[in-house]
């Protein structure tokens, strides 16, 4: 029988990337004051398989369509797990999706972090702003798995406006404990933080990582990106092996509407994440008119 | 004298400076160590020291009446901490007080600037590598400023 409170999909839709496939919301958790995880499975079948980085469109039926990274694992069996932060009518109808009710998905779309390729004496330095760190949370967790007993090391760098405001906590702590090196800074202190205070750049140098053997990860504020991106160059490592996740107004998702381009790239189908050498570090100078 | 030196000469703060420059600051400078709580400098006092942070975390703080103690930045291994003895009238703007234990190298400034006196190359090598710090604290201070992890409405 079909709940017809929800929305019904043909099937033929279902193959058409510009059509939502109907996910019912088992599980929703506060992370932040103004961030919520949904865990979503589709109604029929499997999600698609997915890579690191990767998006969907969520849709918020009779409110509208946002693009949201994925949160969770590729290839983790299970619900997938998206991080929202509320900061507009569709992310706030999203972030208040109940358990049990459904919310439209669109995708995987775009390009991902691209990390299933780098041998384990890679070293990986991770710098995350804000909500940053959810497009990373996924990517973080298997490279720390996969690092506890080869010889690469895996760097996470968070900053954060202040202590309540960190995200994913349990999981910072979890990848310390897996021997990670974790540190992270916030904007504005609290009486009772005793961590760093101070831009996320500060940390880089107290990072002990080899820059000769690192891989980078960025995804923040795009002044952030600039900002981290230089500071890692300016300490050897290799600008064609610094990625960046981009944030732009992703529509299609499939780089047909082309409301999210930025310079040569359709970010939706092009990035999100790209190099910074030789493209994003430029892309990220443009002022825009 | 010659640990002193030799982690002198190790501090990043130092590094690429010319020939003899960390000789001369160790002239001037001790190991010190800090507890946990423990002030390096309080707000109000005479500045004449400069701190490179070898170990620990130090907080800059300032505190009210209404507000408590606030920690504006904090400083780790490499870092540097007092700067108000540069310039009149050679007090400290605020505490910094030891996060966790702390060590670190503390310079008598009133006998480095007779020293950078006596040998301006090194004094002018050092002068601009205090520049280099005191631009990059500006700096970050300028992007904090930005509040880039604010969501535009609290801006």
Not at chain 1, 144 to 168: H, I, K, N, T, W
Not at chain 2, 90 to 118: G, H, K, N
């Amino acid at each position: 029988m079909v709940d017809v409170a929800e929305p019904v999909t043909h099937p033929a839709a279902l193959r058409s990337p510009l059509s939502p496939r109907p996910y019912r919301v088992v599980g929703r958790r506060v992370d932040l004051v103004d961030v919520v995880t949904l865990v979503l499975e589709p109604r029929l079948g499997q999600p698609p398989p997915f890579a690191h980085g990767q998006f969907n469109m969520l849709t918020a039926f009779g409110v509208g369509e946002a693009a949201i990274s994925i949160s969770s694992v590729p290839r983790a069996p299970g619900p997938i797990e998206h991080s929202i932060r509320d900061v507009g009518p569709v992310t706030h109808a999203l972030c208040n999706a109940e358990v049990g009710g459904v919310v439209g998905v669109r995708g995987p779309f775009g390009i991902g972090w691209d990390v299933d390729g780098l041998d384990d004496a890679t070293e990986v330095v991770v710098v995350a702003g804000g909500i940053g760190l959810a497009p990373l949370r996924g990517a973080v967790a298997d490279l720390v798995e996969r690092r506890r007993e080869a010889g690469g090391r895996v760097y996470v760098l968070a900053g954060a406006r202040s202590p309540d405001q960190v995200l994913f906590a349990d999981d910072l702590e979890r990848w310390r404990r897996a021997g990670a090196h974790v540190a992270v800074t916030v904007d504005i202190a609290t009486p009772d933080w005793s961590g760093a205070v101070g831009v996320v750049t500060t940390l880089i140098p107290e990072a002990p990582f080899d820059p000769a053997r690192t891989v980078a990860l960025l995804c923040g504020p795009e002044i952030m990106l600039r900002l981290a991106g230089r500071a890692l160059v300016d300490d050897g490592v290799d600008p064609a092996r610094i990625r960046v996740s981009l944030e732009r107004n992703m529509q299609c998702g499939v780089g047909l509407c082309g409301h999210c381009q930025l310079g040569p790239l359709l970010v939706c189908r092009d990035g999100p994440v790209v190099r910074y050498g030789g493209l994003a570090d430029e892309l990220l100078m443009e002022r825009q008119r | 004298m010659t640990d002193t030196l030799g982690l002198v000469g190790r501090h990043p703060f130092l590094a690429g400076l010319p020939d003899g420059t960390a000789a001369l600051v160790t002239g001037c400078a001790r190991l010190v160590a800090f507890d946990k709580g423990e002030l390096l400098l309080a707000e109000g006092g005479t500045a004449a020291t400069l701190y490179l942070i070898e170990g620990g975390r130090v907080g800059i703080e300032i505190h009210g009446p209404s507000e408590g103690r606030v920690v504006i930045d904090t400083v780790g291994p490499g870092g540097v901490v007092g700067f108000s003895w540069v310039a009149p009238p050679f007090r400290w703007q605020f505490d910094a007080r030891a996060f966790e234990p702390a060590t670190a190298i503390a310079v008598d400034t009133e006998r480095l600037r007779t020293r950078l006196v006596e040998h301006p190359a090194v004094g002018y090598a050092l002068v601009e590598r205090l520049s280099w710090v005191l631009l990059g604290l500006l700096q970050a201070t300028r992007i904090r400023l930005l509040d880039l992890y604010g969501d535009g409405r609290r801006r």
